[in-house]
């Protein structure tokens, strides 16, 4: 069984920056196709970026190109999501998410994502 650990949450300013991780229990996921998501009090799960199995392809939600980038290493089976020029509107739980679909091309749908973390809080302040 897949375990999806996340961190790198906090408290910040809007325009600050925040890296967040995702470290995966299991070299498989290396194999994978993984995602960001979000859920705002009050709001459902959103999507936030996707990332393929070998790096080279990448999905953004429209609110967040140019300020975060998704990226992965999977020697060392972690997940990142790096977040810049931060937004109150970013103010959410952030869960990574893998898909249990080898070599999988990533996807923008919750519903196609096998394995949660338990979330990290990021909260922004004006």
């Known amino acids: 069984q897949v375990q999806l650990v996340e961190s790198g949450g906090g408290l910040v300013q809007a325009g600050d920056s925040l890296r967040l991780s995702c470290a995966s229990s299991?070299?498989?996921?290396?194999?994978?196709?993984m995602g960001w998501f979000r859920q705002a009090p009050g709001k459902e799960r959103e999507f936030v970026a996707t990332i393929n199995w070998n790096n080279k392809n990448t999905f953004y939600t429209d609110s967040v190109k140019g300020r975060f980038t998704i990226s992965r290493h999977n020697a060392r089976n972690i997940l990142y999501l790096q977040m810049n020029s931060l937004k109150p509107e970013d103010t959410a739980v952030y869960y990574c998410?893998?898909?249990?679909?080898?070599?999988?091309?990533?996807?923008?749908?919750?519903?196609?994502?096998?394995?949660w973390g338990q979330g990290t809080q990021v909260t922004v302040r004006s």
């Open positions: 299991e070299r498989t996921t290396g194999n994978y196709a």
């Open positions: 998410a893998a898909q249990g679909l080898l070599y999988g091309l990533g996807t923008e749908n919750a519903h196609e994502y096998d394995y």
